[in-house]
């Protein structure tokens, strides 16, 4: 089960709404490296980890991702929040505007809604720890060219802050995946 | 626009920066570094471990808490996210003492903040003995979303 903590990871003070950001920020809410992907591929995987080593990160790092995703939607909200019609339709987001209003609803900045194929579960360890530092780092390329899009500190700081988390996750992974190579790690030990 | 015109200040040259390895992966063969941040140093760059921070082109970025209640909820969330960054070695490092009794250290520390905290502007988790007191208030504004920092 979860627990709710009634709070962010990372605080998000947005002062200034930015249609064209919020926009972009939803690659990060429901593209197909985004936090919502991310946080189901661990929480599907975790149940066909070998050992306590590959349940507990797995469960751990995808909950952090729910949390992340918490942030992205936080930012979204704010940077929406007071927009005027006009200012809707200058930022691309008309069609956005006429189905969702200002509803938080996980589409990429195209619109393509999100899908499961976007997660992979293939019941082999090592293939899915693999993809998962591969998706890592296509996280983290992703939040460098967001942070590229703006100057706005407090879009910034949060950025910059979820793109951190993506190289500690590597990290993590990467040596999950030499512990299991190293010592030999077969299936359901 | 003010942005604009301090870019420079905060913002590195993205090509000329000293650590610009971003395309490279960054990977430590024995992350067991036992010098790391401190609780806040390590919040608002998003890595406790010196040794595997990469700022891609933008300094840590400090948080300007506007209020006590701000002030006090950044305090927590540093302790959190600290004992947080530890607790996932820990998953792959269960046997380092050092860095477990640096875990608890820093989860005694978030769990104190949390009881200060939640006596002055209420409940962040439903266990707090906050919720039994009259009237509810678990469902009281401002959301995590709305808050601000």
Do not use: C
Request: hydrophobic share 35%; glycine share 4%; no cysteine.
């Amino acid at each position: 089960m979860w627990l709710y903590s009634k709070k962010l990871q990372y605080p998000v003070n947005i002062k200034k709404k930015n249609l064209k950001m919020a926009k972009y920020l939803m690659s990060q809410y429901a593209g197909p490296d985004s936090e919502m992907s991310a946080a189901l591929r661990y929480l599907n995987q975790r149940y066909t980890m070998p050992d306590d080593k590959g349940k507990s990160l797995l469960t751990d790092i995808g909950t952090e991702e729910l949390a992340h995703l918490e942030i992205i939607a936080s930012m979204i909200f704010g940077l929406m929040k007071d927009a005027t019609i006009e200012e809707i339709k200058e930022a691309g987001l008309g069609g956005y505007f006429a189905e969702h209003d200002s509803g938080l609803f996980p589409v990429n900045p195209e619109g393509v809604p999100f899908t499961t194929a976007y997660i992979e579960t293939t019941g082999d360890f090592i293939a899915d720890i693999e993809s998962d530092m591969a998706a890592e780092q296509r996280a983290r390329a992703v939040y460098e060219h967001l942070m590229d899009l703006t100057n706005d500190e407090d879009i910034l700081r949060p950025l910059a802050f979820l793109r951190q988390r993506e190289i500690i996750h590597y990290q993590r992974f990467k040596e999950l995946r030499n512990y299991y190579l190293d010592n030999k790690i077969q299936k359901n030990t | 626009m003010f942005y604009e015109q301090n870019f420079n200040d905060y913002r590195l040259d993205k090509y000329n920066y000293i650590n610009n390895n971003y395309n490279q992966p960054l990977y430590e063969e024995n992350s067991n570094s036992k010098k790391l941040y401190d609780p806040y140093q390590g919040f608002i760059r998003g890595n406790m471990f010196p040794s595997l921070y990469n700022g891609y082109n933008v300094k840590a970025l400090d948080i300007n808490p506007s209020s006590e209640q701000a002030r006090m909820l950044t305090t927590l969330s540093a302790l959190d996210f600290a004992a947080h960054d530890i607790h996932l070695y820990l998953d792959l490092h269960p046997e380092d003492k050092d860095m477990l009794a640096l875990f608890n250290s820093y989860k005694n520390e978030a769990n104190n903040m949390r009881d200060k905290y939640e006596e002055k502007y209420g409940p962040i988790l439903v266990s707090s003995k906050e919720t039994n007191k009259y009237p509810w208030s678990w469902n009281k504004s401002p959301w995590p979303w709305e808050r601000g920092n």
